[in-house]
């Protein structure tokens, strides 16, 4: 049994059609996603038996996201609603060399209004085995963070592997605390790390290079500071644009580097989420394989989000099994 | 010339197609609304010169909003952005006994921070003569009472009329002062008062009765009260439901009591933005004939708004006399 | 066998979904319509061989007019293409009081542009019984007043019935020539009318009243001053607005008055071609029936028009006949 | 706790849009339903626990269906799967006189193929309350029969309530029984009748009137003859057409006869499933209230499923009781 | 003059937009299909009198099938109906290395319920000179292998010229024949083979290689061992993806092997019908041109159809000799 | 202060979705464009005061074409209306080596009725210091070419800046007068020319060759005999297809040869409006940059084009100047 958890905003993605602008269009296409939900759903997809902890709004709104998540298979019973609207952002989406460009409406949202008092995490986390959670959620609010922060308590406290993919977005830290501190504070409570060295950097405050040496120092200075961590996982994008892109993983598992081939992504259907397409691929890669074969999955599992409409990575561990062992023409399935 | 001046928060309306519900689609159809908007964007149609004078987030859904008022022939030259998201609310359309639901997400929107000192109003006022102002704005936030406030006050020292359509919609007033005590401050302000009973019952704290003999005497001791006004002009709706209405106009206009027979609007098509198509076509009126057609103008101008999709009134003077004077066979136009 | 043969011009209708107006949208709905045409499909539809004579564009507009014709069970193998593009008009659709507006784009169109050298009439008649033409055709260009007269000429000589919807639309009417005129020149060549009192007294100068008297005296001169007509049928229309209709049939079949029951169409889908449908209907039941089923036939088709979209009764006479025999309830068929 | 059980095939409706037809179209919207799936996911959105059992097809459209089920809530524990297509039928939308039309795909549907041994009745039913079939059920098949057969003699082992739609659809009988025979043993493990004059004939091969007298005459027999039954429960149309309907209920609950206002829906968005939610308002009606309220609020329920699209009627009990409590105006809610 | 007869199945293929899933969505697009139709429409497009032979439903949706066929400028007047519903199948469209994925509803379709006596080949086959088809017929039901048979037969007594495209699809063939038996005894009544080495291997049981050699060698074999056939035509595509494609075609013609240059397709705009698109091209290639020119031809149609939404390919025959002369630069025609 | 006039038609142009064909679809995007109204509307973007002058229709497709001039911020305080309608095209969008088709309605448009005296050149031209025009203006109709020339030459008194765009397109010249002779004419009242060897041949009668020679020999032959004309700037096309391109950018600036480097558009979202953006971009990097960076800038402005979707470039001069500094990378923008 691979029961897990996940923890954080669910916001609601508005784009107009194709890669119109707002202003060319009237209407918006949307979806529901957050990067842990996204997780959540992907590994429900895969088999998993997951919950999926947040704070929505208690209006037509929330109830949208609400049978969102329940028809993605995911349990909504631990969901709690507030009086403020649900988070959304509009999102134009670039090709080529253009950008995508966001505008985000989540300052006010009902997650943000999320404090320890409203999850009774010895309740949600009783038979769990997995706990994954992301630096986004910290950086919503401090009861957010606090509300976070107690559920990694209990987690660790039940034994569970906890999965930190600590990202650090600048512009979301607004309420006065040091993002890093919070970050490498919350690692404590983690098992295992999911980033590169960006974010090794950002937390530690260290210079680590990018390429392969660098990437394994920076990974080992990590596993010595924070005792808890055991394993970091990386995936690696090669050039590209937004309408092509190239993937790779690679990994320091504490004893040896290990990486994947790359896959190349030649037209892309939709950028958002594939990250999370990556971390759901290797929660189900360590919950099943050896790590090799984890970060062949997870890579697999990435370069299929990128072909799939929406935040959710909607396929199943057997379609990232045909690409992770390498069928990648694309043939129809009748 | 008839240049006129409206103020107040532009709002994106997101709706499911037809009649369905957020949870039945994956997509929005949206327009851009505001009921002081739309009275400007409506007498714009009309072919008045319309400026409007806002507060707009500085992104891409603050651009689509300004590129909206621009097509509908608004002077946007006085538009604020600030560094917070669009109002916006999430509409349900309902149908017969079904209401609509409407879910606000407007609480910290970009125009809830404006304040006196973003509006430079003499320079905004100047060659203007006529300002409308409604119940909204002042409820949204101290700085929009206080800039609406000090627009009137201006308004009124060049001469202008002013119209007040003092709604009191209770929901909105969230900043802890006493909001019959504001909107009649306001008043004092305003030459003419659009609204019923009800507003005047709520504002004057009154208990008038909502049949002919009430609404006069209301009307009488609201011109009493607040002397700066001189006439009240109502509307009035008999029974219907989410997909038929029948409505009527009536007024006093300080000497006698006005009345235009009812229309029959058999297949509602948009029911937001009728009170605001009333208003726009009481101001042309007004501006453009004597009490009595005046209210004729705007009972029709109400009634071909339920037949026009979106927030605004988009017909043009033409098409509403034609309404006035009984065109209502609505035979087609080659 | 009835084979019938239709003339005339085919429009593309291009319209913004629902009630919106063109700037509204970015998107336009289109049919392929035309008032012959409609005829000749919507019997293609009852189970006759219809043949549709026309001339269209030479491109991929002209192509794809072909096309739907086709679809429609036209016989399309004499219509011809020329090197102007096809006639078009937009259409943004009224409701209730509200007018749907029209603007032609036509004036210089393939159809236009047709000479009689370029319809080999006796080869086109050949084996058909049924002609049908309009007013709309000859107010079109000389070439086109022209070509039909050829038409008619031989579907007389050929012994055919001519069915004449002499409709007078005065804007259409611009090569200089008196329409009254050659309206009655071309019913010389026809055997049965379908109109009412409005354009007899167009074409012969008469003044008429509405009413049953008005419309029997009306008839009778008209078939005493055009030896060639029989018969006269007419449809009418009872208040209602863009969003609601009630319809009945009356006809002077050189004997009798003949009228409907009426029927009340509380829902309008479509008003366009609802003439159209009830000359088809009125085509079918001349075929089939004696007078009275007929018009009562021709009444039902018009009323079933009214609930179909696009420019083309696609009903068959089954449901046609289920109304004419007062099935209105419009209950499921599974 | 209201833990209701609800067994029957799920099927996609596709429709083009509006009252296309299917030739004009190029898209077809869908929806899952299935009268008694309607029923349960409206009682889900009541509030209640429901189990829906069925049997959908091994590919990607029993996977939307599924996730559809649990997007309106239900528990989708007990589905299973077989490798023949999900059942299906096409829908053109009529309006007014003109008759919707259905073309129906599923005599070989996944559901056909269901049998006995495919559901463990003794877990399924454990601890729930209240179980809902109809006569398409055993109409389907064999296997259909004896699986719903099997059900209802544990729900009576269980002493569940049992509510019965006996529905007589005579198209949909194939497999070479008598349906009357059949419906008549499957009351006899049911304690409630949905049915009216109609199905009370058809199963007893009476000849009740359909008025009061006879309704009640026909109830009585039914309970005599049927011991197991305690209650008989109808809803009443009068006249309307496919745009339009006037509604109410009635009942003989074994000691008096009930009856409840009209209401009129003056404009229908959907008429699928008008039924089915007069069913789940009884259910729901009869587990809170009285029965002359029981069929207020189902009669209220089944107004309301005419403004909604689709098969579920995706209203609150809360929605359905203001309309019963004659709310009925349509107001906008904010 | 270039008659031709093609014989088999026309399914509705049904999609959600885009890449989307079905349960991302709530419409479906769709479009009508069937190998051997796909043949036939293009044939017509390129200006050949083409004549269908196929069953469709008794409903709405056969008759919207018989619309589209007409729309191709088919010959629809051999085509029988019956009362079983029309084949079809629901595609989830992949991209780059997700596959597309299909869902068949069609092993109890109207066309598998042909037999022998509904077609009457000696009418249907009267003045045509070309009969063309596919594997896919056989496989469906004992009554479509014997009806095709009939026709073959009647195809070689007129002294027709007949394509085989003998496609192998394992999962159809379910009436418990011998495939390779049925294949091959098919072949004896063709003059032209279209296949590869796969599909000479499947019915002679031999086991060639895919490479030049073998596929002279395979060919050769296969002229030796079926006497009527003269030719052999394959088409081969070169690694890419769901999403990007490289094609290229050769040829044993019984004297020598040809074969053409590879067309790179950078962008799939759709898959479906592009190896009957190739039959097609090689059909009119060999009606008008030597056999290198018609392979040519025939390459560049099939690169063409990967442009083309939808099954069958909507281009002219001078579309596609542009291709086949080397202008691939896609440059605007005005 | 940059303010820029653009004189030219504007036309409607109508695709149906995405590669589909007008026959297999049933609505039509539609975008307002016009070369000219292309190069103001994206100025405008940039933040440039831009006049539109043109002539459209007195009708509901004008209105919608002025508001969306008004919507890009255009002021068309000059636009004049006349009784003709709208030009416009029909466009089927290719892809990859399928061209795109065009079927032009445009030959009786409002725009071809404008004569000199339609338009008050000084006042229009009045405070502005860029006049820019296109080849395609002479070639609509005598008067459209006589207004552009009392254009030119009142600009050319004002000291304006005068870009001329000389494209040559044969098909449009239908008034009987010498295309070449009429462009030399108006080069002679311009300042800088935007075009390459194909068009300084064909006005010139050269016959230099396509390389960077021949290019800076008929740039420099050109500005000879041109002496008004200071610089010559082309754009480059290597290679691709409908859905990839590859452009860069060069010039002779009377001194010296400038290039750019090659951008490659791997997925081509719209190509058309891609010479406009160019132009658009020179002439805003000509008002800000040296000649270098203007054409790096100009090129990117194309580049970016080929990812809007519509006629105008709807980028910013910041995203702009991102790709020419080489952010090619497409990453979002949150």
Not at 62 to 77: C, H, N, P, Q, V
Not at 138 to 150: F, Y
Request: glycine letters at 10%.
């Amino acid at each position: 049994m691979n029961e897990t958890v996940t923890f954080g905003e669910v916001l609601m993605r508005l784009s107009p059609e194709g890669n119109k602008k707002i202003s060319q269009s009237n209407r918006l296409e949307f979806y529901f996603g957050g990067t842990e939900m996204n997780v959540g759903a992907s590994l429900a997809y895969f088999g998993n038996e997951v919950k999926h902890v947040t704070c929505v709004s208690d209006d037509i709104v929330g109830e949208a996201a609400i049978s969102t998540m329940k028809r993605y298979g995911l349990d909504t019973g631990s969901v709690v609603k507030c009086n403020a609207p649900l988070g959304l952002y509009f999102l134009e989406v670039g090709a080529v060399m253009r950008s995508s460009t966001i505008a985000y409406n989540r300052a006010h949202s009902a997650f943000s209004g999320i404090t320890p008092g409203m999850v009774d995490w010895k309740e949600v986390l009783a038979g769990s085995d997995w706990f994954h959670w992301t630096g986004i959620t910290p950086a919503i609010s401090e009861g957010a963070w606090r509300t976070l922060e107690e559920g990694l308590k209990q987690a660790r406290k039940n034994g569970m592997n906890v999965t930190a993919d600590p990202t650090y977005r600048k512009d979301l830290w607004n309420y006065g605390k040091d993002a890093r501190k919070i970050l490498a504070g919350l690692l404590e409570h983690s098992t295992i790390f999911i980033g590169g060295v960006n974010e090794i950097n950002e937390i530690l405050g260290t210079d680590h290079s990018g390429d392969k040496d660098g990437f394994v120092k920076a990974a080992k200075e990590l596993l010595n500071r924070v005792p808890s961590l055991t394993k970091v996982f990386d995936k690696v994008r090669n050039g590209g644009n937004a309408s092509c892109q190239k993937i790779s993983a690679r990994a320091w598992n504490g004893k040896e580097y290990l990486e994947t081939e790359a896959l190349e992504i030649t037209h892309v259907v939709d950028r958002i989420g594939t990250g999370d397409a990556y971390a759901a691929g290797l929660l189900y890669g360590l919950q099943h394989f050896d790590d090799e074969k984890a970060i062949t999955f997870a890579n697999a599992a990435c370069a299929l989000k990128h072909t799939i409409a929406g935040d959710v990575n909607l396929v199943s561990a057997d379609e990232v099994m045909q690409v992770a062992e390498g069928h990648i023409s694309g043939r129809i399935k009748r």
